[in-house]
């Protein structure tokens, strides 16, 4: 039986979260992604499917309600990979597509490169048809108070893992980077093996934090390595995020198993999540236990 679980950013807890809209944002992701596996798509399609539905939720720093960079312009990450074939596609930079996630997925399927950045990234888009978009129609007001505020605690990355019927893995990450970061900055988010990694005979992983850190450490990789080397979940996650937490930095992490269990993990005081286990059963959390394995 198909299971997903999906993040919406590991941070710490600030004035303005919406505890309620978070949940209920990464619920209706779980929901839209796991509609997919259930109608017998694809882990990659469920993963796809999910982080659209965070790229269009404005509660989120993906897509609509990305984070504003030092000049006050949004710049978008993302990527995914599927776990069977080890392909991948991932855009770094892009100011012009609503859904940075599908335009990764067009890298990987309709380009033969992995990784596209910047104005190159954005004409590949309007080459393969995707609607230009007004920057502007992507800012929120959060967005823009955050940015007046210069705010640094502004988290809200968001990821999604997946495992389908044919026991097929495939993990997706997009985000607006950093609040006020240096126009060009690229975080793990569209790195491979850094914000996303899959591989079927595995895990899927999805990663949220600080992007410096998490490249340094190429984290999401670091996880599955740790797997192949027969360890628990729990232990590999743990790990990975006390490996990053001895740099200074903060971090979550989501995690599919080839067997169909969930987990996640935070270092941080909070980090929506929202899942549908293999044996059906759907649920959310924000803060709560740091460590978790659903079976
Ligand atoms: N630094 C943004 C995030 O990962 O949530
Ligand atoms: N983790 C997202 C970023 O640092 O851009």
Same mark, same amino acid.
């Given at each position: 039986?198909?299971?997903?679980?999906?993040? @919406?950013?590991?941070?710490?807890?600030?004035?303005?979260?919406?505890?309620?809209?978070?949940?209920?944002?990464?619920?209706?992701?779980?929901?839209?992604?796991?509609?997919?596996?259930?109608?017998? @798509?694809?882990?990659?399609?469920?993963?796809? !499917?999910?982080? =659209?539905?965070?790229?269009?939720?404005?509660? #989120?720093?993906?897509?609509?309600?990305?984070?504003?960079?030092?000049?006050?312009?949004?710049?978008?990450?993302?990527?995914?990979?599927?776990?069977?074939?080890?392909?991948?596609?991932?855009?770094? @930079?892009?100011?012009?597509?609503?859904?940075?996630?599908?335009?990764?997925?067009?890298?990987?399927?309709?380009?033969?490169?992995?990784?596209?950045?910047?104005?190159?990234?954005?004409?590949?888009?309007? *080459?393969?048809? #995707?609607?230009?978009?007004?920057?502007?129609?992507?800012?929120?007001? =959060?967005?823009?108070?955050? #940015?007046?505020? =210069?705010?640094?605690?502004?988290?809200?990355?968001?990821?999604?893992?997946?495992?389908?019927?044919?026991?097929?893995?495939?993990?997706?990450?997009?985000?607006?980077?950093?609040?006020?970061?240096?126009?060009?900055?690229?975080?793990?988010?569209?790195?491979?093996?850094?914000?996303?990694?899959?591989?079927?005979?595995?895990?899927?992983?999805?990663?949220?934090?600080?992007?410096?850190?998490?490249? *340094?450490?190429?984290?999401?990789?670091?996880?599955?390595?740790?797997?192949?080397?027969?360890?628990?979940?729990?232990? !590999?996650?743990?790990?990975?995020?006390?490996?990053?937490?001895?740099?200074?930095?903060?971090?979550?992490?989501?995690?599919?198993?080839?067997?169909? =269990?969930?987990?996640?993990?935070?270092?941080?005081?909070?980090?929506?999540?929202?899942?549908?286990?293999?044996?059906?059963?759907?649920?959310?959390? #924000?803060?709560?236990? *740091?460590?978790?394995?659903?079976?």
């Amino acid at each position: 039986m198909p299971a997903i679980l999906v993040h @919406g950013g590991a941070g710490p807890t600030s004035p303005d979260d919406d505890v309620a809209a978070a949940e209920a944002g990464c619920q209706s992701a779980a929901k839209a992604g796991h509609a997919v596996l259930s109608e017998g @798509g694809s882990a990659l399609d469920a993963v796809e !499917a999910a982080v =659209r539905a965070l790229e269009d939720d404005p509660h #989120f720093n993906a897509g609509t309600g990305s984070v504003l960079n030092a000049e006050g312009v949004i710049e978008m990450d993302a990527s995914l990979m599927d776990g069977t074939t080890l392909s991948a596609g991932a855009v770094a @930079g892009v100011r012009t597509v609503a859904n940075p996630i599908s335009l990764a997925r067009a890298v990987m399927e309709r380009s033969p490169h992995v990784l596209l950045a910047g104005p190159g990234a954005d004409a590949f888009a309007r *080459r393969r048809g #995707f609607p230009e978009v007004d920057p502007q129609s992507l800012v929120t007001p =959060r967005a823009r108070r955050r #940015f007046e505020a =210069r705010r640094q605690d502004t988290h809200g990355t968001v990821g999604a893992v997946a495992v389908d019927a044919q026991s097929r893995l495939a993990a997706a990450t997009s985000t607006g980077g950093t609040n006020g970061k240096l126009p060009g900055r690229v975080g793990d988010t569209p790195l491979i093996g850094c914000g996303t990694c899959a591989d079927s005979r595995l895990g899927a992983a999805s990663a949220t934090g600080v992007g410096e850190y998490i490249i *340094r450490l190429t984290l999401t990789r670091r996880l599955l390595d740790l797997l192949d080397r027969g360890q628990a979940p729990g232990v !590999a996650l743990d790990a990975c995020l006390a490996e990053v937490v001895r740099l200074g930095g903060e971090a979550g992490l989501i995690l599919a198993l080839p067997d169909g =269990r969930l987990a996640w993990a935070r270092s941080t005081a909070r980090m929506p999540v929202s899942w549908v286990t293999s044996s059906g059963q759907a649920g959310a959390a #924000f803060s709560g236990p *740091r460590a978790v394995l659903l079976p």
